[in-house]
């Protein structure tokens, strides 16, 4: 945390689990403080990712593979962003914020599987079985909530034509 402070200038967030009940859209806010400083300080993301995996061997936790996603994403490396995203949804499968992280990820590597976690992040986080999350696996997941007509366009268009 000192050297997080260190290197970025402000305090580094706690990384709470981000319950879909809670209905916050998002509640960590560690990449806007990176994003903010990668912008404003060249140089910042070279060091933000060596410092990074030094953190990471230290301790492998949901928090500095968030960092190490953060870091990927920032350098437009959003495979190497997206593999990150995926082993915070190992560790924490019930935190939104590892899922929406994933979905841009994703969506700007030009996988069509970002916005389908989007518009979908609730039935795909009760569906989740748990383990190592792969591409692999949330392809079955999107393919499961498509079949089983669960999916955002299914769900809108019914809500929609029952209302009054």
């Given amino acids: 945390a ?10 580094l967030p706690v990384r709470v689990t981000n319950e879909v009940a809670n209905r916050c859209e998002r509640a960590d806010l560690t990449f806007a403080l990176l994003a903010d400083r990668a912008f404003d300080e060249e140089g910042f993301v070279a ?8 953190w990471q061997r230290r301790c492998d936790c949901e928090t500095t593979r968030a960092l190490l996603g953060y870091a990927a994403y920032l350098r437009r490396d959003f495979g190497r962003a997206a593999t990150c995203f995926m082993t915070c949804i190992s560790l924490n499968s019930r935190n939104l914020d590892n ?7 994703c969506n700007h590597a030009g996988n069509p599987l970002g916005r ?12 989740y079985p748990g383990g190592m999350c792969s591409l692999g696996v949330v392809e079955r997941l999107a393919a499961e909530i498509e079949a089983d007509s669960m999916s955002y366009r299914h769900v809108w268009a019914d809500y929609v034509c029952s209302s009054p």
Avoid at 2 to 11: H, I, N, S, Y
Avoid at 47 to 54: G, I
């Fill in 47 to 54: 060091r933000l990712t060596r410092q990074a995996v030094v």
């Fill in 99 to 105: 899922w929406i992280d994933l979905a841009f990820a």
């Fill in 2 to 11: 000192r050297q997080f402070a260190d290197l970025v200038g402000a305090v």
């Fill in 116 to 127: 389908r976690i989007l518009f979908d992040f609730e039935e795909f986080i009760a569906r």
